[in-house]
């Protein structure tokens, strides 16, 4: 298997616009989770889904950021509009049988809010 | 709300050298605990998971303990290689599954 692929790796934009982050879990895994790293804050668990339904999104710091996985094979997280602030590596991971299980993470995107 | 705490933050050894990395959290009720690795630029790689009932975990010369009642875990490392050089998180999964990490410990194997 190739692993938890992301896209794109880097991103680069301007305050104001919108940021779409996306993932492609382990063939079979059950459960996707998004995560933020930062210096600041360490890293952090936004929302995870299980069977494509989201769990908890207790972590999503505002209403600019939404996440959906509208099947097995893909999710998206969403920036809009994006901040300075906003800017991080996020992750986004996958695990068999849910958030009590191994987690696989991918490589990260590296965004760069100007 | 559960606190995590690594350190030290950074830790640097010769090769061959034996360590432990320490991790502690505030709050004993956990479900399990985890430890990665993560390598410059990477993600994160699973070495270990500890379920709360169990004491400790053995992966080849990797060894985590679990005291969960003084809110404590340990990794071992035997034997260090330059390889084993990245960053070390741990992270608590609490029974109302909150997830939190620590912020790692860097370690740095010298030839």
């Known amino acids: 298997d190739a692993g938890v692929i992301q896209s794109p790796r880097h991103e680069v934009t301007e305050m104001g616009q919108e940021v779409t982050l996306r993932c492609k879990p382990i063939s079979g895994h059950n459960s996707l989770f998004w995560y933020r790293q930062t210096m600041m804050r360490g890293l952090e668990l936004l929302i995870y889904?299980?069977?494509?339904?989201?769990?908890?999104d207790s972590g999503m710091p505002e209403d600019r950021f939404s996440a959906k996985m509208p099947n097995a094979s893909f999710s998206t997280l969403k920036i809009q509009p994006s901040e300075p602030r906003d800017s991080a590596v996020y992750f986004c991971?996958?695990?068999?049988?849910?958030?009590?299980?191994?987690?696989?993470f991918g490589p990260g995107t590296r965004l760069t809010v100007l | 709300k559960q606190e995590v705490t690594q350190i030290p933050a950074a830790l640097s050894v010769p090769e061959g050298e034996n360590l432990v990395l320490n991790c502690s959290f505030t709050d004993s009720a956990i479900y399990n605990l985890q430890w990665f690795r993560q390598d410059p630029g990477k993600g994160l790689t699973s070495l270990l998971l500890?379920?709360?009932?169990?004491r400790e975990q053995t992966s080849g010369r990797l060894n985590a303990s679990l005291d969960k009642s003084s809110g404590r875990s340990t990794l071992y490392i035997a034997a260090s290689q330059p390889g084993d050089s990245a960053t070390y998180l741990c992270a608590v999964l609490n029974n109302n599954n909150d997830m939190r990490f620590g912020a790692g410990t860097r370690l740095t194997v010298k030839p």
């Open positions: 500890i379920q709360s009932s169990q």
């Open positions: 991971a996958s695990s068999s049988v849910g958030i009590t299980d191994t987690q696989y």
């Open positions: 889904f299980n069977n494509n339904v989201p769990i908890d």
